[in-house]
């Protein structure tokens, strides 16, 4: 595990944004799994203005979502289609059958969490994994728990993780309670995983992390076992580590 440690959360972004190009320029075909979240956001910011200097392209990269809500539509401003939509896929070239997102409006979840997990396998993994980190240590929205759940799958989201997403509601009764996300064996099975926190409220969860037991209470403990990962801290994120 490798940590980086920042003065603020521009220069985590740009350290982000700047691993990602590094793989797009190795490889243009690369498969890309991505978060959604704030603090990703600087990083597509970051992606997008290298995609419009000319020094990245993204003509032949797939990408994976980590995750979406049950029962948000494509067209719903809060769904995860729609934040990648407006926050990275509109202002760079990916081709749109190249974007993949879970599906939170079908008629049978578990079967969608086997198709995507399936398109996953197809595609030979994720090369590189980017990741946010919740408060909670949640990556993607994979919660706290007694086990971690391999594959992809239906969640029952914590009310910690509703009352953090509320902001984004009009009404905070309108959060989705259940969401498809991305299990922790998929996610550990990418080649490169990057993690990015920023902020005095993840300085918990990157304690745990990154110096407490593995312990699926932490979901992105495992992460201590991954060999090619790299986290990504502004000062406050990193404050409680020793």
């Not at 003065?7 to 990602?20: H, I, R, S």
């Amino acid at each position: 595990m490798i940590i980086q440690i920042f003065e603020n959360a521009d220069q985590v972004a740009k350290a982000g944004a700047n691993l990602v190009a590094a793989q797009l320029l190795e490889d243009p075909q690369s498969v890309l799994g991505l978060p959604t979240g704030s603090t990703p956001i600087g990083v597509y910011d970051q992606l997008i203005r290298l995609y419009e200097d000319g020094v990245i392209s993204f003509a032949e990269t797939t990408t994976f979502n980590l995750d979406e809500y049950l029962g948000l539509s494509k067209d719903n401003d809060q769904s995860y289609y729609h934040f990648m939509l407006e926050h990275l896929f509109s202002q760079v070239n990916v081709q749109a059958e190249n974007i993949n997102i879970p599906d939170g409006t079908v008629d049978d979840p578990v079967a969608e969490c086997e198709r995507y997990e399936q398109a996953i396998a197809e595609a030979g993994g994720m090369d590189l994994q980017l990741l946010g980190l919740g408060r909670n240590g949640h990556i993607g929205f994979n919660e706290p728990d007694s086990f971690f759940q391999k594959a992809t799958h239906v969640v029952e989201l914590t009310e910690n993780t509703i009352n953090a997403n509320a902001r984004f509601f009009a009404d905070p009764d309108q959060v989705p309670r259940q969401a498809l996300s991305m299990g922790i064996g998929t996610i550990m099975d990418a080649a490169k995983i990057i993690l990015v926190a920023t902020g005095s409220s993840k300085a918990e969860a990157v304690k745990a992390m990154v110096e407490g037991n593995i312990d699926p209470l932490c979901q992105a403990s495992i992460l201590q076992l991954h060999p090619s990962v790299t986290i990504l801290l502004d000062r406050d994120a990193a404050a409680l580590l020793s």
